[in-house]
């Protein structure tokens, strides 16, 4: 770090707020393990807006680029300094600015972390539903600034749905909000969208106005195994198709099955093909009805069906879902795993693509997710005696993203592109609209010190 | 009409799409009785997307504006050639791309009117919740281009809630989609947002992807008058403290309730100073159970309460809801509204702002509106004999926004800036963000040849 980079930076957010020592932690993302890191230039930890703006100053002042860093919990590696760049982390901006439950809304920080926003709002009997799957260690602005997904989203969309408001900083230093606590506003161009999943490329979330709603009264999930995947996709579109509008619609396939299906909290035949799990909420009445609905649907043509009512018995279900990532892992010893998205009615052929493209590459391939929004986690497996494995998944994903858009999706529905997808957008826009991705980064960046050769709309 | 612009016109949509004759339609929007029109350099009409790039390309190459028009239902004049533009209207393009009620979504092209995307909806089962104002006569296109509301987006959300993708062309003729029927993408920077919104100044918008949700099966008004202002406000927070989720929740102020109470389906106390309408729905038991709760909560204090369950009182509730603005219109010969919009617990605020503004410049104010998304009809009335009245009413108008931002809201929650409120931006905007406003324009249409004047960030 330059003598006067140090200096600026500390000048900007206090001597306290200038890591020393081992800035190894600050490199990397939940991409370690594919061995994507860097090594920071320097690692600064502002407090306030004010703080975040005079960092962003100096840095601009120097030259320096500059990577915003949530909790680290990232799929895409867009936090990694990869470039040597200064990290600026937000832990320390965890104040909640206002909560007013009686009208379904706060202001917070970027800093805090969802879990810290859900049971903000649980304590009010309201709830925040995005429910990315590292909540307890991701932040809400980096939430907001990838729009996370969740399995939630089906029935009460994605983080972004709940963002009426957020207050930045540009990379030029200067404080922008877009929105604030209202709940409707048309009077300018949506640059509060714009910023929501910009990747920290564009500005540095600090602050998010949140609307929230009140939380349902019951949730009753209802799990169903099939027998092949074809039979549990006509179940999942089953549902769809009659109506009902469950808060959760997942499925895991065969091979995540027999990665993870051992520790299932029930009964599962060992032949399934697919799982299916749907979850009905609402008032009591309501959550019976459609669980009681759901399950008919199910049924039909389901091995067996799994709806626990007791709450012991439904979080050991939502337990053994949160694990199955981790289950699937630790069947190999490792995993490569791509977020893409398709129209809910080519959910089953991308299902059935994804272990193709694995088998293509040697690789044992499966996929688990999000059902009713055509979102999969397409994963391959990796041995740890297996050298050449992850340069074969990384191929393997090149068919995924390629598959993805063949059957009219997207090559990201959750993750975003940070610097593992970067380029990968070109596969899916004209050069028009590329032109205009590019052109929006240079307009709020003109230098490109911000989040550099992250979310490229073409390889580079 | 030069010789040159019409050759190419003709050349790019055909020779029966350049009109001839009486132009006039085609010169105003809803705010022809403000006395906001203008001529039309030419009006073409395009029968497919390929046609509008046509033209868009022919106008460009004489440097030629466009205002792109839809419905011509606008109340900001944000379709008027006022500067005697070419008038490109999407009314021909009017083709269900694709329907898959069983997936919940459609694809249509602009042209289409709303009313029929709720017709296509509902031969489905299904629900496109926007309803704005005039539904039969506003095209999809416009009101994506304009993120239309309505009384629904309480519970659902605007417009732009239901847009998965669309199709637009830009100045330069270029055409390009962001997002399709994926219920999820974050691959790219949010533009499909961008546009959402950007009435007709970036891109002119041709087909877009539409979610719908299924229908529900019941709904269920709940109608409660309150003596004053103060008392209907706090029935309306203690709906939104109690947990309740209405699919609409509106107010009508006592000067509405005196323009258009006469007719309302019930007893009308003759006192009451604020009207309260929420609407119960979902499966019939769901929606029973919230109409008994809304009830309850309501009746605390009202004056009178009126919650109708046969389908014909229920229409005739709902029909005179709609009349309301033609009703407050009739009342003194004419009316200038202004759709502020505020936090909702600064609504009551608002309320007595729009009285005491009105009174301020001699004019009887009223207001009506969507309560819990905080969303005014703020209105002056306006006398036929008071030949200045107009003139008063643009003042009390700056006033009212003036109002808006100081109560930490917007000047526009529905209709948009369009030429009415060009400028407007400003005083909610800081320099930095307005810079960013109109960056984006110049991206997109650096000719500066799309819908020019309107959506303006700073008064020109």
Same mark, same amino acid.
């Given at each position: 770090m330059s003598a006067a980079l140090t200096r600026d930076l500390r000048r900007a957010a206090g001597d306290a707020a200038v890591l020393d020592g081992d800035l190894r932690h600050y490199g !990397?993302? #939940?991409?370690?393990?594919?061995?994507i890191a860097g090594v920071p230039a320097a690692v600064v930890l502002p407090s306030s807006t004010a703080e975040v703006a005079a960092v962003l100053r100096a840095c601009d002042g120097l030259d320096v680029p500059v990577v915003p860093r949530g909790g /680290?919990?990232?799929? #895409? /590696?867009? #936090?990694? $300094?990869?470039?040597?760049e200064v990290v600026l982390g937000l832990e320390r901006m965890v104040a909640v600015r206002s909560m007013a439950p009686e009208h379904w809304r706060t202001e917070v920080e970027a800093g805090l972390t969802t879990g810290h926003v859900h049971r903000l709002a649980r304590e009010s009997g309201?709830?925040? $539903?995005p429910d990315p799957g590292a909540a307890e260690q991701s932040q809400i602005g980096g939430n907001v600034a990838t729009n996370a997904g969740g399995p939630h989203a089906f029935k009460y969309g994605v983080t972004g749905r709940w963002v009426t408001g957020l207050e930045a900083v540009l990379p030029s230093g200067e404080t922008v909000t877009f929105g604030g606590p209202v709940r409707k506003d048309v009077a300018g161009y949506d640059l509060r969208s714009l910023l929501? /999943?910009?990747?920290g490329t564009l500005a540095v979330i600090t602050a998010v106005w949140l609307s929230l709603t009140p939380m349902p009264e019951a949730r009753l999930p209802v799990a169903a195994a099939f027998a092949s995947a074809d039979a549990g996709c006509d179940a999942i579109e089953a549902i769809v198709a009659s109506g009902l509008v469950p808060a959760i619609l997942e499925y895991l396939d065969a091979g995540t099955l027999t990665a993870?299906? #051992?520790?299932?909290p029930a009964v599962l035949p060992p032949d399934a093909g697919l799982l299916v799990i749907a979850e009905a909420d609402g008032s009591p009445a309501e959550a019976a009805r459609v669980r009681e609905e759901l399950l008919e649907v199910l049924s039909d043509g389901a091995l067996s069906t799994h709806a626990p009512q007791s709450r012991s018995d439904v979080e050991a279900l939502w337990r053994w879902r949160d694990g199955v990532s981790t289950a699937v892992a630790a069947h190999r010893g490792g995993k490569m795993g791509e977020d893409i998205v398709v129209p809910f009615d080519r959910l089953r052929e991308a299902i059935a693509a994804t272990v193709e493209i694995g088998a293509r590459h040697g690789l044992d391939a499966c996929s688990w997710g999000h059902a009713g929004d055509g979102n999969l986690h397409a994963t391959m497996m990796l041995r740890r005696d297996d050298p050449d494995g992850l340069a074969r998944a990384a191929a393997a994903a090149e068919d995924l993203f390629a598959a993805a858009v063949e059957l009219g999706?997207?090559?990201? @529905?959750? !993750? @975003?592109?940070?610097?593992?997808?970067?380029?990968?957008l070109a596969r899916q826009w004209t050069e028009a609209a590329l032109d205009l991705h590019e052109g929006v980064k240079r307009l709020f960046d003109p230098k490109g010190l911000l989040n550099p050769q992250k979310k490229l709309a073409r390889p580079s």
């Open positions: !990397h993302d #939940a991409t370690e393990a594919h061995g /680290g919990t990232g799929l #895409a /590696g867009g #936090a990694v $300094p990869l470039g040597g309201l709830l925040f $539903p929501i /999943g910009s990747e993870a299906g #051992a520790s299932f999706g997207s090559v990201s @529905g959750e !993750h @975003g592109l940070g610097w593992v997808k970067r380029g990968q």
